[in-house]
C-alpha cells in the first residue's frame, strides 16, 4: 500500500517534470518542422456565437483538407483580448504556431521569429495585396507581415439629432466640432454629443486621429518617436479646454472604451464620433440615420486618415513544413475566402481582386467611402519593432492626455525611447 | 566488509539478503513519512516551483513578443521602482487595506453583537448574511459594475428618477468615485467571514462571566469593553489578520469593476502587477515578488499572532 503510494507520487512528479521538459524543447534551428499538419492560430473577430471566427476557420480547414489530401489544419481561435498573452505564452514555451493573425507582427521581427512573407507566399498571391498595405508589413526593408483585413476611420453623426440641434452639416474643422457639440448639448438633443473613447482598447486609434488633425503623430520622417512634440501637446490640450472640460465630450474618455461607444451610437444616445465600418452594421441594427464625413482637423478635413490593418504571419519554429505552411496560405488568402471573411465581418479587404469586386457590388455600397480613403490612409509605425510595445503603453495610460497632456505625453515618449534604446 | 554491509542495509537502499526484515524497518524507520509525501510532493510542484520560477522570471528580459533574450540582472526593479505610478499605487494600496479593514472589523463587531441576540427571524437574517459570501466575488464585483454603470445602471436610473441628479454619472470611470464604491463593494464580501468569525468568539464567551459582572455592578457598554472586547481578542485577531491579508491580494473586485483604470489610478500592486503583464512581463514578475514579499510578511505577523493567542 505504502509502496504504491510511493510510486504513484513519483509517477506523477516524473510526469510533472517531463510535461515541463517538453515546453523547453523547441525553439532554435532556422526553418520549419517537417509535420503536413498547420497550426493556426487566430483573433476573434465574432461578437456573438454565431459569427465566431472559429465557424470561417474551420470551414477554411476542412476545404483546405479536402483540397489537399494529407495535409491537416489546427484552428485555435483566442478572443482579442487574451490573444496576446496566449501568444507571448506560447512564444516564451518554445511552442509557437505555423500560422498567427492577430493584430501586429513587428515585434516578433526584432527576435528573428518569423518567416519573409516571400518564402511562405507564392509570388501571384503576394502581387494580390494592395500595395498601400503590401508596404506596411515591411519592417526594416523586409516584408514579413501579410496584411489579412483593414479597416479606415471616417466620422459617423447621427443626422436625426443634428435635425434637432439645428446643424446643418458634418463639422470640418475642430472648431466646428466643438460648435455643433454645443449645440447639441444646448438643445438636449442627445445624451453625448461628442464620443471620445480613449481607453485601453483603442486609445492608440482615437490619439492618433486626433493628432493627424494637427499634422502631428506618433514618428517622425526618420521613425523617430515622437509623442510628446509641439503638435501632439497642443492638440490633446485643445480637446481638453475645448471638448472634455466643458462637457461635449462623455465624462472620463480615458476610462471609456470604443465598444461602448460604438453602443451607444447605436442606441441613438450619441451625436458623433470617429468609427471604423463595423459600426455601419450596428448602427443599421439599432435603426440610427448615420452619416458619414471625413474627418475634421484643425484647419479642415483630414486629406489621410488613420487605416488599420491586422496581420498573417508565419513562424520559423513551427512543426509544420513550410511547403504546408505556404499551401495553407495561398489557400486562405484566395478570392472566395477573403471575401467571406470581409463580408462577415463588414471589413475591408487588403486584397485588389476582392477590392474591385467589392467596388462593383451594390451590396458593399456603404463600404464605399471608407475604401475610397484606404489609398491614402496613413499607418500605425506597424513596421517599428517597438511599436507593439509603445502601442500597449498607449493603450494603458494615453487617455489621460486629456487630463494632463504634457505630463502624460511626456512620460510615453520616455518610455518609447526606452523601448528604442532596448532594441 | 561487515561494516559496509551494516551500511547498506542501514539505509536500505535495496542490500539483497537482508530484504524480509529491512522492508518493515524502512518503512518504521521513514515514520509518517510516506503518507505526507504525497502532500510535500503538491506543495513543492504547486507552490515552491511557481515561487521559484516567479523569482527567476523577474530577473529576466522578456521582448513584448514573448521571447526570452537573457537576463536583466535588477533592471527590472529598478525600472519598476522608477514607475511614475508606483508610489500612488503603493499609496493606494494602503490606503486600500486599512479602510477595507478597518470599516469591516468595526461593521462585523456590530453585526455579531446582533446576531448573538435572540430576536425573531434570526435564523433568516444569519442565513441572508451568508448570500454575498457565498457567491463568487467575481460575479458580485461584475453585478456592483452594471448597477453603477453609465448608460444603463440602475442606480443613476433611480438617482435621476428622484431628482437627485439631473446627468448620469460615471461612477467607475474616474478614481475619486470609483474608489468609494470598490471599497464598499470588497466590505460587502469581507462582511460575512469576518462576522461569523466574530460570531462564533461570542458564543464561546461563557455567560457566568457577565452574570459575575452584573452582579459587581457593570452595565451596557462597560460590560461590552470591559468583558466581552477582551475575551473577543482571539476570534477578532484571526478576523483580522485573514481580512488583512484578503483585502492586500484583493483581484478580481478591481479587475472585475474598472481593471485598475483609467492609467494605474484604481490600482493595487496585485491588479499592478496584472495590468504591466501586457507591457513587461519581467517588470511584472518584479512587482509579484515584491507584492509577495509584502504578503510573506502579513503571514508572518498572522503567525506571531495567533502563537500570542495561544500562550494568552
Known amino acids: ?423 | 566488509m561487515s561494516a559496509t554491509v551494516s551500511k547498506t542495509t542501514d539505509r536500505g537502499s535495496g542490500g539483497r539478503p537482508p530484504r524480509r526484515r529491512s522492508g518493515r524497518g524502512i518503512l518504521a524507520r521513514l515514520g509518517p513519512l510516506p503518507w505526507i509525501a504525497p502532500a510535500v510532493l503538491l506543495i513543492a510542484v504547486v507552490v515552491l516551483w511557481p515561487i521559484y520560477e516567479l523569482i527567476r522570471t523577474s530577473f529576466l528580459k522578456i521582448s513584448t513578443a514573448g521571447f526570452v533574450r537573457g537576463s536583466a540582472g535588477t533592471d527590472k526593479y529598478k525600472q519598476l521602482f522608477e514607475e511614475t505610478d508606483f508610489a500612488q499605487v503603493i499609496t493606494w494600496t494602503v490606503i486600500w487595506t486599512v479602510v477595507v479593514v478597518g470599516v469591516t472589523m468595526l461593521l462585523s463587531l456590530g453585526l455579531a453583537q446582533l446576531f448573538n441576540q435572540n430576536f425573531p427571524g434570526r435564523t433568516v437574517t444569519r442565513w441572508a448574511l451568508i448570500a454575498p459570501w457565498a457567491a463568487s466575488v467575481l460575479m458580485t464585483a461584475i453585478g456592483f459594475k452594471w448597477m453603477l454603470d453609465r448608460t444603463a445602471g440602475v442606480l443613476n436610473t433611480l438617482m435621476m428618477d428622484l431628482g437627485i441628479i439631473d446627468q448620469s454619472k460615471d461612477w467607475l470611470g474616474q478614481p475619486g468615485t470609483a474608489w468609494p464604491w470598490m471599497m464598499f463593494v470588497a466590505v460587502f464580501v469581507s462582511l460575512p467571514f469576518t462576522t461569523y468569525t466574530l460570531l462564533a468568539g461570542l458564543q464561546t464567551i461563557p455567560h457566568d462571566v457577565y452574570e459575575a459582572a452584573k452582579i459587581d455592578g457593570a452595565v451596557g457598554f462597560k460590560t461590552y469593553l470591559h468583558i466581552t472586547l477582551p475575551l473577543l481578542r482571539p476570534a477578532f485577531l484571526v478576523g483580522f489578520v485573514i481580512n488583512l491579508i484578503n483585502v492586500f491580494n484583493s483581484f478580481p473586485i478591481i479587475w472585475g469593476m474598472t481593471k485598475g483604470g483609467p492609467d494605474s489610478d484604481t490600482a493595487t500592486t496585485t491588479v499592478y502587477m496584472f495590468q504591466l503583464k501586457s507591457t513587461d512581463i519581467g517588470e511584472s514578475a518584479a512587482m509579484s515578488v515584491v507584492n509577495f514579499a509584502m504578503v510573506v510578511v502579513l503571514v508572518l505577523i498572522f503567525l506571531k499572532v495567533s502563537r500570542w493567542n495561544k500562550e494568552d
Open chain 1, 1 to 423: 500500500m505504502n509502496r504504491r503510494l510511493i510510486a504513484t507520487s513519483a509517477v506523477g512528479v516524473a510526469m510533472a517534470l517531463g510535461l515541463t521538459a517538453c515546453g523547453g524543447e523547441s525553439g532554435g534551428g532556422d526553418g520549419g518542422g517537417d509535420s503536413k499538419t498547420v497550426k493556426l492560430v487566430a483573433a476573434d473577430y465574432g461578437d456573438k456565437k454565431s459569427n465566431a471566427s472559429k465557424i470561417y476557420w474551420e470551414d477554411v480547414a476542412k476545404r483546405f483538407e479536402a483540397a489537399n489530401k494529407g495535409y491537416q489544419v489546427d484552428v485555435e481561435v483566442i478572443n482579442w483580448n487574451d490573444i496576446d498573452n496566449k501568444v507571448k505564452a506560447m512564444i516564451q514555451s518554445g511552442n509557437v504556431p505555423d500560422v498567427l493573425q492577430t493584430g501586429g507582427y513587428a515585434d516578433k521581427v526584432a527576435d528573428d521569429l518569423l518567416y519573409k512573407r516571400s518564402d511562405v507566399l507564392s509570388p501571384a498571391t503576394e502581387k494580390k495585396l494592395i500595395p498601400s498595405f503590401a508596404k506596411a508589413g515591411e519592417s526594416d526593408g523586409t516584408a514579413y507581415g501579410i496584411p489579412f483585413v483593414s479597416s479606415t476611420r471616417l466620422l459617423f453623426y447621427n443626422k436625426e439629432i443634428f435635425k434637432k440641434a439645428g446643424v446643418a452639416e458634418a463639422p470640418k474643422t475642430w472648431d466646428e466640432v466643438k460648435e455643433a457639440a454645443q449645440k447639441i448639448k444646448d438643445k438636449k438633443a442627445a445624451d453625448t454629443p461628442y464620443g471620445l473613447p480613449l481607453g485601453p482598447e483603442e486609445a492608440q486609434g482615437e490619439s492618433m486621429i486626433w493628432e493627424l488633425g494637427n499634422n502631428g503623430g506618433y514618428t517622425d520622417e526618420s521613425g523617430k518617436y515622437t509623442i510628446n512634440s509641439k503638435a501632439n501637446v497642443e492638440t490633446f490640450s485643445w480637446l481638453k479646454d475645448n471638448l472634455v472640460k466643458p462637457g461635449l465630450t462623455q465624462p472620463n474618455p480615458a476610462s471609456t472604451d470604443r465598444k461602448t461607444m460604438f453602443e451607444d451610437f447605436a442606441a441613438g444616445k450619441l451625436g458623433m464620433l470617429n468609427g471604423h465600418p463595423t459600426l455601419i452594421q450596428m448602427a443599421k441594427d439599432g435603426k440610427v440615420d448615420y452619416g458619414v464625413a471625413p474627418i475634421p482637423g484643425k484647419t479642415g478635413p483630414l486629406e489621410s486618415t488613420l487605416g488599420v490593418a491586422d496581420w498573417m504571419m508565419a513562424f520559423k519554429d513551427g512543426k509544420a513544413k513550410k511547403a504546408a505552411v505556404k499551401k495553407f496560405l495561398d489557400f486562405a488568402y484566395a478570392k472566395e475566402n477573403m471575401l467571406k471573411f470581409d463580408e462577415m465581418y463588414h471589413l475591408m479587404p487588403v486584397t485588389q481582386e476582392v477590392a474591385d469586386t467589392m467596388a462593383s457590388d451594390p451590396k458593399f455600397k456603404t463600404l464605399k467611402p471608407f475604401t475610397d480613403v484606404a489609398g491614402g490612409a496613413k499607418f500605425y509605425p506597424l513596421g517599428d519593432t517597438t511599436w507593439d510595445a509603445v502601442s500597449s503603453e498607449i493603450k494603458k495610460s494615453g487617455g489621460k492626455a486629456v487630463v494632463d497632456p504634457k505630463q502624460t505625453l511626456d512620460d510615453l515618449q520616455k518610455k518609447a525611447e526606452a523601448a528604442a534604446e532596448d532594441q
